[in-house]
């Protein structure tokens, strides 16, 4: 789940979601407090009218009857009953009083009371989670001084608590969330995914220059990307293919002039010279040949297809051990990957010819990860320092100790086999042994039938 929101498909799904449930959550709390006023206000002009109805009425009945007309009366949130207070003007006219006495006639006298009843602050029960939980309408007490000199007391409470409706709101609004949610992910896969498709067009680029374009498809904009796309990969495509031609011009012009003068050289009479000067040939000779496969290193040209891997490194092995190098091979991985062959057999044979030519024996070890294999060479050498592990991999750069025209090399095998594994997928690692000797970390990714 944290990898999920880290990544920009969680993070729009989350930037919509919680967008559309803050405004969801906002329109309820807006409509429940606007049916909530507009209660308060139908409340209140029904207070007013019955007030009024109520007091016009008890004014014309008769004193020895009135006090059963307000029993019959006084009911609900409206109560008229007697008091024997006297009318106390010195408190201001509430709006409710104000309203009230421009609907009775001057002969009545209102005061209104300082104290509210105790109802008017007691929290009430409600069905929503917006709802208030106090009542904000008319809720105050009045004395009426009647035309013939009584005093009764007009109180106004807040109506009963609306009946409870038996469900919790949460659980009703539980499929109006996942709709929601539903809504959030649909449109942030719509989204993105076009985006994931240029991230794994890009990645294939990486393992694959030759991989089919792009299709033109989606919106305007996530066509003009697919085309912009597709343009660079044709242009890298043709650079590469331009720079491994030229290359393999070269080389193929070098080798008539190189030809020549190993054969003048045989005719020369001084043979410590001459063995120099074959040295020195055959060291241009093999730079040209490495130059060229550096440059088919980053050429894709080649099919990719399933291998075996434990046959690969059987043979790759085996092939090293009749050469007369010290390789031994251990574990197996019983998996396939997905590869060009001779470029994945180029690649190991670099870093067997390493280990032998640097660290005289090469031991292999290969295993078994979650969804990879782990291929480990071990040398005997004396291992590299720490600060050149990774300068290792620069072409043309070699370790000063190993410049010698015993060791050979160019410098360039490290980095033809990192090209190499990079375009696979693959990843290369240097470290120092602690028992000694420098060991080369390769993981493959392993390949799954219809993926």
């Known amino acids: ?48 009218d019955r007030a009024v109805e109520m007091i016009s009425t008890v004014s014309v009945v008769k004193p020895e009857g009135r006090a059963t007309y307000l029993k019959i009366t006084s009911q609900g949130g409206l109560r008229l009953e007697a008091t024997s207070d006297a009318i106390n003007t010195a408190h201001p006219q509430t709006e409710f009083s104000r309203h009230l006495g421009e609907r009775l006639s001057n002969d009545y006298v209102l005061a209104p009371l300082a104290e509210r009843p105790a109802a008017c602050d007691a929290p009430r029960e409600i069905n929503s989670i917006f709802g208030p939980t106090h009542w904000r309408g008319t809720c105050e007490a009045i004395n009426v001084g009647m035309p013939d000199g009584q005093v009764l007391r007009l109180t106004i409470l807040p109506p009963r608590s609306p009946p409870p409706t038996g469900q919790n709101e949460l659980f009703t609004i539980l499929p109006f969330l996942f709709s929601i949610a539903g809504l959030a992910y649909l449109v942030t896969r719509m989204a993105v995914r076009p985006l994931m498709l240029l991230a794994q067009a890009a990645k294939d680029l990486g393992n694959d220059i030759n991989h089919a374009p792009l299709e033109l498809r989606g919106a305007s904009e996530i066509r003009q990307a697919s085309a912009a796309f597709n343009a660079m990969q044709a242009r890298i495509r043709q650079h590469i293919f331009q720079r491994t031609q030229m290359l393999a011009a070269i080389t193929h012009d070098l080798q008539t002039p190189l030809t020549r003068m190993r054969l003048r050289l045989e005719k020369v009479a001084d043979s410590d010279l001459q063995q120099k000067l074959l040295g020195d040939l055959s060291a241009t000779q093999q730079m040209v040949k490495e130059g060229l ?42 998996m396939a990957l997905m590869g060009r062959p001779l ?7 670099n870093l067997l010819d390493n280990a032998v030519k640097y660290g005289q024996s090469a031991s292999v070890t290969v295993e078994r990860m979650v969804g990879a294999a782990r291929i480990r060479i071990r040398d005997a050498g004396p291992g590299i320092a720490g600060d050149q592990l990774a300068q290792v991999f620069e072409p043309f750069y070699r370790i000063e100790t190993s410049r010698s025209r015993e060791s050979g090399g160019t410098g360039l095998g490290l980095t033809i086999a990192r090209n190499i594994a990079e375009q696979h997928g693959a990843s290369i690692a240097l470290a120092n042994h602690p028992d000694g000797g420098l060991e080369v970390t390769l993981v493959v990714p392993e390949y799954y039938a219809g993926k």
């Open 1 to 48: 789940m944290k990898a999920f929101l880290s990544s920009m498909t969680g993070r729009v799904f989350l930037v919509l979601l919680l967008g559309i449930v803050a405004s969801a959550t906002l329109t309820q709390y807006l409509a429940v407090n606007e049916r909530q006023r507009t209660l308060e206000r139908y409340r209140d002009s029904y207070a007013l």
């Open 293 to 334: 496969d550096l440059a088919r290193s980053m050429d894709s040209s080649e099919n990719m297809q399933a291998l075996d891997l434990d046959s690969l490194l059987d043979s790759v092995c085996a092939d090293a051990a009749d050469a007369g190098q010290d390789v031994a091979l251990k574990g197996r991985a019983a």
């Open 343 to 349: 470029a994945i057999r180029r690649c190991l044979v």
